[in-house]
């Protein structure tokens, strides 16, 4: 891909089948522990990262240069991959991220009785929560990138025809009353920090099937508020991911992808949709007239037109719009390599089929992949979309465990199609990327465990040792290799 930064944070749901495990809440805080403590795969936080976000000792760096850290806004389990510049990188260091939280609750003896989901939503309970995308955006203008978005929306809200990973049935937000909310309000205070309102959450009979876990939940374009406010886009100015004029791009409206290809898929072509937008080359073609109506209208169109309102009027197919964004990107960036002629090659690929005959891509596409099967247990179990059956398999999609899964179960036949393989998988768990920054910070991790070492601060874009000894890594492109060398001598 062209010159660019990008990783994927994931916040894990949760589910305790046995109260011998304790509360979600306890187990999350066990798996936490035991991965620095006992494992001692990274170095925990000895300093808070953000006093009611990210306190003292809620988690840390690991040694493939990510985060595992509870997130206190929901208290789930969260893991951010390290920094990468290459779309099957960020597929296994995804999948990385499963295998590390699931091997903890196995070293903890809980696998049979607690369980790590990498989905996004809880169907019975209401709540949703995140796989958010990081991008390294090239921002000379502050002001001319947010007028941008305008021409970046349009594709974030119709990429879900690939990248969404599908649901049974749907939720409506009632702003009035709480009467018939199945969510259950939180005890903590953090989660509500800057709320300016409240909503329920019902259970909405009217779906059965949907393209996105999120659609639902989403009711800002953009918003740096959290909860209750959920965006698409959570502007995040900070010092970690800037560089020079790039800074980073939070994208909150995101889900927990399953299945490689369409992971890969939709990190690349929004890697690409990023370069046409920093080029000035995306006008009011692509301009829809409310991305919030059409995010939610397309991933619960049973007819699988998903048609979108311009702005300009009348009406578009998504298929179409992100063809526009396809035929811009191919005049742009083909042949710059090969990762990019990948991208451009398998979203015209994948385009079509969906125009066509969605099913075909059901060994790529989660969305596709769980509607054919749930069609299938229905047809030979007598159930319909709304019986609770139908929710635990939603649920059981996404278990990090590989015995219980049902993707990990297609993967096991053959009926998924694969980009990274089991051992790249298991290096990216213990190794950094070699060509970020990433590298450096997880050498220095390691000698500081070897050390066993109390006293350091460690970020992103940091590394702080006792007697005001210091590493910047600024620059999310260089290795810092020697530099790391050199600072770790002598510790």
Known sequence: MERRIFGIETEFG????????????????????HCFYQKRWGLIDLHARDYSFEPARSGGFLLNGGRLYIDAVGDHEEYATPECTDIFDVCRYNKAGQWIVQSLLNDLGLSEIASFHNNSVDHFGGHTFGCHEN???????????????????????????????????????????????VMTISDYDVDYQWVSNFYGVEIDPTVDFQLSQRADHIVKTISSRVRFNRAIINPKWDSYY??????????????GNMSDYATALKV????????????????????????????RSVSRDPSWKWLVKRKSG???????????????????????????????????????????????????????????????????????????????????????????????????????????????????????????????????????????SKDYVIDWDLVYLAKNRHLDLKNPFDTYLKEAETFTKGM
């Open 314 to 452: 009348g009406t578009i197919k998504a298929v179409d719009l992100q063809r526009i964004y396809l035929e811009a990107a191919k005049k742009r960036l083909a042949g710059v390599d090969t990762q990019t002629d990948w991208v451009l090659r398998e979203w015209e690929a994948t385009l079509d089929a969906l125009e066509t005959n969605p099913l075909t891509l059901a060994n790529k596409l989660d969305w596709v992949a769980k509607h054919k099967i749930y069609t299938e247990f229905m047809k030979e179990e007598g159930v319909g979309w709304h019986d609770d059956v139908m929710q635990s398999l939603d649920i059981e999609y996404h278990n990090a465990n590989r015995s219980q899964s049902l993707f990990y179960g297609l993967e096991e036949l053959g009926e998924m199609e694969r980009l990274v393989t089991d051992a790249e998988i298991a290096e990216a768990t213990v190794a950094a990327p070699q060509n970020t920054r990433a590298a450096a910070r997880a050498d220095i991790i390691k000698k500081l465990l070897d050390k066993k």
């Open 242 to 255: 800037n560089f020079s004029n790039l800074h980073r791009l939070h994208i909150l409206y995101g889900e």
């Open 14 to 33: 949760c589910m305790v089948r046995d109260d011998a495990a304790g509360t979600p809440e306890q187990v999350v805080e066990a798996v936490k522990n």
């Open 135 to 181: 991008y390294l955006v090239e921002m000379h203008d502050e002001d001319f990138f947010r007028a941008s978005f305008n021409y970046l929306l349009p594709f974030l809200v119709t990429r879900q025809i690939f990248a969404g990973v599908g649901r049974v049935g749907g939720h409506r937000l009632n702003f009035s009353s709480m009467k018939n909310s």
């Open 268 to 295: 690349g072509t929004t890697c690409v949709v990023l370069s046409l937008v920093e080029d000035g080359l995306l006008g009011t073609e692509v301009e829809i007239r409310d991305p919030l109506e059409t995010l």
